[in-house]
C-alpha cells in the first residue's frame, strides 16, 4: 500500500504538468506550491522541540502581567506582530500593538513597568526595535524576545527568548520572509493558547469580546431578545372556532397560535399552520363550529426566556418545528417566536 501511495505521490506533479499544458496554462506552480508547504511544515514542527522552560517562564510574564502585553516589531514581523496581538486579545490576555518606529517618537508613552513587551525580529538587529531597548530596560518593563538568533542584541536585551529559527526560507532567493514568519505566527499562537488554556478561557468569554461575530450572537442572544411578547402573542381561548383561530394566526404571522385558558391564561396547545391544512383537507370539519381545542396539539414543545436563542434553533432542527411557544418560571405562556425570527437576529 505504502509503494503504491508513494508511487502516487510521485506521480502528481506530473499529473498537474500535462493537465496545466493541455488548458494551456503555464505549468509548475502547484509544483512550487507543494515545495513551499513542505519546507513551512518542516519549520513548523521543528519549533516543538524549543517549547521549553523559556516558553514556560514567557507565559508566566505574560499570564502575571497587570497591565498589558504589548507586541511589537518591524516589516513582515510587525504584521505578524499585529496578528499575535490581536489573538491575544481575543483570547484573554489584554494586549496591543506599537510600532517601534512610532515608540520613537512618543509612544512608548503607552508602555508602563505593569505591561509585559513582546518583540519580534527575525534577525533579532533591527535598528528601531534596539533603539527602544534602553529606555524599555530603564522603565525596568518585562522583554520577551521572538527571534531566530539566540546570539543578538535582542535576545540578550531580553529577559525570555523564544527561538523560532528556521533552517530555511521558503522563498526560493532566501530573502522574503516566508518560513520566519509562519514560525514566529505559530509561536504566538502556542503562546495565545497556553494563556487561554491556564485562564480558563471559555466561549462564553470569547463572545463577549466578539458581540457582532457570529459566535458572539449565538453565545450572547436569548429567546427573550428575539421572542413575540404580549400583544404580538398569538392565542386563542379553548372554546375558539377554527376559524377564528386562523385569524389570529393570520394576524400574528407565526405560522400557530397558542390556546390559553381565559381565567389564569394558562397554556393549554398550540395551534400551527399544519393543523390548519389537515382541517382544511378534511371536508367533515366544519371550520366555523369546530373548537380548536378538538384539533390542537397538547402539551406543546416550548422553551424558557432565559435560554439561548440558537437552543430554539436546535430544537426547531431536531423536531422538525417552525415555531416555539416560550413560557417562564411557572409555565406561564410569556412569547413566542418562529424561525424566521432566529434568521433576523442572525442567530442561524
Sequence with gaps: MSALHNASVMKSPTDDTVRATRL????????????????????????????DGDFTQACELMLNCAGRVVVTGVGKSGHIAHKIAATLASTGTPAFFVHPTEAS???????????VVLALS?????????????????KSVPMIAMSGNSRSTLARFSDVHLDVAV??????????????????????DALAIALLEARGFTAEDFAASHPAGRLGR??????????????????????????????????????????????????LGVFTDGDLRRALDDSSVDMRATP???????????????????????????HKINALLVVGQHGELVGALNFHDLLLARVI
Design 292 to 318: 380548536v381545542s378538538s384539533l390542537m396539539t397538547v402539551n406543546p414543545r416550548t422553551i424558557g426566556a432565559d435560554s439561548l436563542a440558537i437552543e430554539a434553533a436546535r430544537m426547531m432542527e431536531t
Design 105 to 115: 517618537h512618543g509612544d512608548l508613552g503607552m508602555i508602563t513597568a505593569s505591561d
Design 24 to 51: 494551456g496554462l503555464r505549468p509548475g506552480f502547484v509544483a512550487s506550491a507543494r515545495r513551499v508547504v513542505a519546507i513551512e511544515a518542516q519549520a513548523i514542527s521543528a519549533l516543538s522541540a524549543r517549547l
Design 218 to 267: 449565538r453565545l450572547l442572544v436569548h429567546i427573550s431578545d428575539v421572542m413575540h411578547s404580549g400583544a404580538e402573542i398569538p392565542r386563542v381561548a379553548p372554546d375558539a372556532s377554527l376559524t377564528e383561530a386562523m385569524m389570529e394566526m393570520t394576524r400574528k404571522s407565526l405560522g400557530m397560535t397558542a390556546i390559553t385558558t381565559l381565567e389564569d391564561g394558562a397554556l
Design 167 to 188: 533552517s530555511e526560507e521558503a522563498c526560493p532567493l532566501g530573502l522574503a520572509p516566508t518560513s520566519s514568519t509562519t514560525a514566529a505566527l505559530v509561536m504566538g
Design 122 to 138: 527575525n534577525s533579532g538587529e533591527t535598528d528601531e526595535l534596539l533603539t527602544i531597548l534602553p529606555v524599555l530596560k530603564r
